[in-house]
């Protein structure tokens, strides 16, 4: 089955500091990935949309330059956590799709983030 | 715009019995899919089953099945002779069939007791 990586699974950092966490497709093309934010308890609220090569489609009510998503090539995309702060801290998941069969989306392990 | 709707926040089953989780939909596509996702403690998000809206016929996953009700726009998933591994958080969602945004139901805990 299709495979999506994160990294890192967790990150500690300093409020004002900016993160970088990593999503890749290890075993198919992406033609779009996805990056959700959960909280503890709570359904995936989808925060953007990204096609490779093109900008992002950042749903309502998210900070594109706080959340900067970059989908450089088909097996790689980075959201960037700019300034983060400590209501930034969260479980960030990515997802890819090849939009394949059954635009089944393969979703990567998560990342915890803390900002202290 | 598409909503799910799960309305069942927790529920238990004992090992070894059948519980059934609920879905309703809305939508005026015609065409969709309709997936169950687990997530369980390591919060990986892991696909059970999935439905294409134009089969009639149930889709099974060896002990998930679905009850699909496309006039009522209802999704169950029934979880035959229950484990303890099958305790995690279950997702109902949706996408249309043209479409890429998969819309997540509220979410539904269930534990399964020893």
């Known amino acids: 089955g299709a495979v999506v990586s994160q990294h890192p699974s967790r990150v500690i950092c300093k409020s004002g500091t900016s993160v970088k966490i990593e999503c890749r497709s290890l075993?198919?093309?992406?033609?779009?990935m996805f990056w959700y934010r959960q909280f503890p308890k709570q359904s995936l609220m989808l925060m953007a949309t990204?096609?490779?090569?093109?900008?992002?489609?950042?749903e309502q009510g998210v900070e594109k330059d706080k959340f900067l998503i970059n989908h450089a090539s088909l097996t790689l995309s980075t959201l960037t956590v700019t300034s983060a702060h400590p209501e930034d801290s969260s479980f960030y998941i990515c997802?890819?799709?090849?939009?394949?069969?059954?635009?089944?989306?393969?979703f990567g392990p998560g990342t915890r983030l803390t900002v202290l | 715009a598409q909503t799910v709707t799960q309305s069942q926040p927790e529920m238990s089953v004992q090992e070894a019995e059948t519980v059934t989780l609920s879905c309703t939909y809305d939508?005026?596509?015609?065409?969709?899919?309709l997936f169950w996702y687990k997530q369980p403690p390591s919060r990986q998000m892991i696909l059970v089953i999935r439905?294409?809206?134009?089969?009639?016929q149930n889709a099974t996953e060896n002990r998930f099945s679905v009850n699909f009700q496309k006039a009522a726009k209802s999704f169950s998933l029934k979880i035959s002779d229950s484990q303890l591994g099958d305790t995690a958080m279950y997702f109902c969602?949706?996408?249309?069939?043209?479409?890429?945004?998969?819309?997540f139901g509220e979410g539904t805990q269930l534990t399964v007791n020893p």
């Open positions: 939508t005026s596509e015609n065409n969709y899919y």
């Open positions: 075993d198919f093309q992406a033609t779009t």
């Open positions: 997802s890819a799709t090849d939009r394949g069969d059954g635009n089944e989306q393969f």
């Open positions: 439905q294409e809206a134009y089969k009639q």
């Open positions: 969602a949706f996408i249309e069939t043209s479409g890429s945004r998969l819309t």
């Open positions: 990204s096609n490779e090569g093109s900008k992002a489609t950042y």
